[in-house]
């Protein structure tokens, strides 16, 4: 193979990885992790309408002290005019696009990579990119919002009337339906009923404790709709892995202190409450709820207590 050729094939290779890498960009050369200053400043100049909006008491995963919303109406990108977006701040840096309208030939038309497929979802994963063609959405996310599966969470503020009407904690416990020991028939119908959507698995046999998932989105906690993944063994439910952000960790630390009294143990990575059965996650944002047995069996074996 000539030099030129070698050359050639080289950049056919790493275009897709190159040409592709920051899909966001697409806005006017916005960037995930930037200010909010800054995104507002590229998008005025393509977008009809720039909304921006504060959240007194944040609730999105991600946001510690700040949470904001940008909202845009038609915006202008080189593929086409998009309906409307939505820019989701943490502490004034971004994390989470979500586009409606138009999104197809905004996203897709010009690509050469092939999607997978997850759900209802069209994934780009090196883009971290989800499309729904049946709701003509996509999202664009940062790592964290990877972790915490907000490709599932419609921002309500996109629709500039939405007005936040939670009552003040009143979901700061941890949902009561999610009883350890009850079957899988028995929480089925509840884990679907408190979802937007659900999706069951069977798992790979690295769990001794586990063999059914069934992986719940949207469900109520903090105020938020998260996904929850509830463990079967032997067809009882035995664990729960609540997907959180680092952002609220304080806000989560409270409400388990509040419900379950302080931690029973600590260290750089958790916080363990209720006699070894609920545990707050540092390390990576989750909140993990045990049967009794399993939880005093990682106190002697994990935590060596």
Known sequence: MNLHKIIFTIIFLITPCMFYAQTESIFNGVKLNESLEKTVQKLKEISKTVDTISVDNPNFPLAKLKEEHLVCSQVKTSNGIIDKVVFTFADDTLKYIEVRGNVQKVFVSKRIDTARVYLNYDVYVADRLFLDKNKDAAWILTKEAMHTN??????????????????PNSSDQIPAFLKMGATIDELKPILEARSNFTNTEKLDGSDPNAQIQINCFGVDYLGFPRKIEARFGDNKLNVVWILTGKGEEDRIRRALMNQYGNPIFSNDDWEIFNNWQVGL????????????????????SYFKQ
Not at 156 to 167: C, M, N
Not at 283 to 299: C, F, H, S, T
Request: charged share 40%; net charge negative; hydrophobic share 30%.
């Open 281 to 300: 996650r540092k390390d990576k944002p989750e909140v993990l709820l045990m049967e009794k047995r399993i939880g005093l069996a990682y106190k002697t």
């Open 150 to 167: 907000l490709y599932a969470w419609e921002n309500p503020y996109i629709d500039l009337s939405y007005k936040d009407e939670t009552e």
